[in-house]
């Protein structure tokens, strides 16, 4: 809005000196328009403000009394629940402390529980349980300050820490958080995971951290290879599991405790180094197998520890079994195998152990044998088959022909059931669960399950309207056989 002051051009405005004339005198008549319409607006916000300053009093009397009455509740609760109800909240992590990512912020809903109030935030702080593990990303602006309070706030608990970036960008500056944090915390830590870059891994290079404590190490990398001298020979863990383009041989640690390795595109000089140095270990998983130049297999091992052998085999071009060479397992108990398996190779393997193989878990898109199944030897001592993939139906003569005499649990996942059921082979495995005592174990199947997460559509099908006339036990995951 304009406001138009009409005053004689040798009158001066009391209030606001608008004059028309430099030397006109001072208006007698009283204040313009306009300067009348400026104070009228300043008492109504003078109103305002007093208006607004007694609301906020009582308001603040209102709170007082709130929490008079309802925060003698919230204090009354036993320190131990409140601790509960905080564990509760903590958003869910696997054991290398990896927060499973579901989109929703868990993470913030646990810091605004503890942040209800501020006895509730003194009871969180002095809980160390609830900060010996963390879940971070190195991208994260101010991180180091949010590391070490995190640390602090878990005084002298072990440490899981999971750490993870991709984001190459401010590669030195992320390189110096993991130094520090490590420098900071690498006494007490328990479990490490680092899904990193491999450039991140420069930040552990020729130090001196102590990793007395540290009895679980995963490292997942990406880009290209090279040599790093990581970690130290205080770290002795007791798991561990490498997977990307970082060779373990590069890994300056202690093998003696080393129970159970998981190692992925693993070269062959790299599987004779395992069985050689880590000989306490138990279980071994080893993916995708590569040949460097002049590689045959193995030279002769004997592993007196192992009980479980896991192996990834590449379909195409990779090295099979062979690469184990003579390798020998006296104690080797379960079997299990991805990909392609070599009968024969598979028989000399569990023929060179002493201990019968009790367990094979095959996962199959292809099997090699000799041209008829009648050259080949029985396995006996396999006791439980679990076939979670086959391809063509390439079971029904491992089953039907008597490779496997001792068995007696057989469990197969929805993908094999439905291909051996295609081809009629399930009728003639039932009939195996009917008693011969000519045979060592009495012919007995005495376990035929069908287990599989994806189980509850095979219920509308037409196997599944089969089955229901059939002698089968309905289970949450699948059903059983009788």
């Not at 903590?90 to 499973?100: C, S, T």
Request: hydrophobic letters at 40%; proline letters at 6%.
């Amino acid at each position: 809005m304009t406001f138009k002051a009409h005053f004689p051009s040798n009158m001066t405005c009391c209030l606001c000196g608008l004059t028309k004339a430099p030397t006109a005198p001072i208006c007698k008549d009283g204040p313009c328009q306009i300067c009348t319409e400026v104070t009228e607006v300043d008492k109504e916000i003078n109103q305002a403000v007093a208006n607004l300053r007694r609301l906020l009093s009582k308001r603040c009397d209102i709170l007082s009394e709130h929490n008079r009455v309802h925060g003698t509740l919230i204090h009354r609760l036993p320190v131990e629940l409140i601790n509960r109800i905080f564990e509760l909240l903590l958003p869910p992590r696997d054991e290398w402390g990896e927060i499973k990512r579901t989109g929703r912020p868990l993470t913030r809903r646990f810091l605004a529980t503890i942040s209800l109030c501020r006895g509730w935030r003194d009871v969180a702080f002095s809980n160390p349980f609830l900060w010996s593990t963390m879940d971070t990303d190195l991208k994260i602006s101010n991180l180091s300050s949010r590391i070490n309070d995190w640390i602090l706030r878990s005084r002298t608990l072990p440490l899981t820490l999971h750490i993870q970036c991709f984001d190459t960008s401010k590669i030195e500056q992320s390189n110096k958080i993991l130094a520090d944090t490590m420098s900071f915390c690498s006494n007490r830590l328990q479990s490490l995971s680092l899904v990193v870059d491999s450039q991140f891994l420069f930040g552990l290079q020729h130090n001196k951290f102590q990793y007395h404590r540290l009895t679980q190490l995963r490292i997942t990398t990406t880009g290209i290879y090279q040599p790093l001298s990581l970690l130290n020979p205080t770290a002795s863990p007791e798991k561990i599991e490498l997977n990307g383009s970082q060779s373990f041989r590069s890994l300056h640690i202690s093998w003696n405790r080393v129970i159970s390795a998981t190692i992925f595109r693993l070269k062959l000089e790299d599987v004779t180094q395992l069985f050689q140095h880590a000989s306490q270990m138990t279980i071994c998983r080893i993916s995708l197998i590569g040949r460097g130049p002049g590689d045959v297999s193995i030279p002769p091992i004997t592993h007196h520890r192992l009980k479980t052998l896991k192996l990834r085999l590449a379909d195409r071009g990779a090295p099979d079994l062979r690469v184990l060479g003579s390798l020998t397992l006296p104690c080797l108990q379960e079997v299990e195998i991805f990909k392609i398996i070599h009968l024969v190779q598979l028989s000399a393997l569990v023929r060179r152990s002493s201990c019968p193989l009790t367990k094979l878990t095959l996962h199959l898109d292809q099997i090699e044998s000799p041209s008829s199944f009648d050259e080949l030897q029985p396995l006996p001592g396999v006791t439980d088959l679990v076939v979670g993939y086959d391809k063509g139906g390439a079971m029904k003569g491992l089953l039907l022909e008597e490779y496997f005499p001792d068995l007696c649990h057989l469990t197969l996942r929805l993908q094999p059931f439905e291909v051996l059921w295609n081809i009629g082979a399930i009728s003639l495995l039932l009939d195996r669960k009917r008693p011969r005592p000519d045979e060592p174990n009495g012919g007995r199947l005495h376990k035929f399950i069908v287990v599989d997460q994806r189980f509850d559509r095979i219920w509308i099908s037409d196997i599944g309207k089969q089955l229901k006339k059939l002698n089968v036990t309905w289970r949450e995951d699948g059903f059983e056989f009788f």
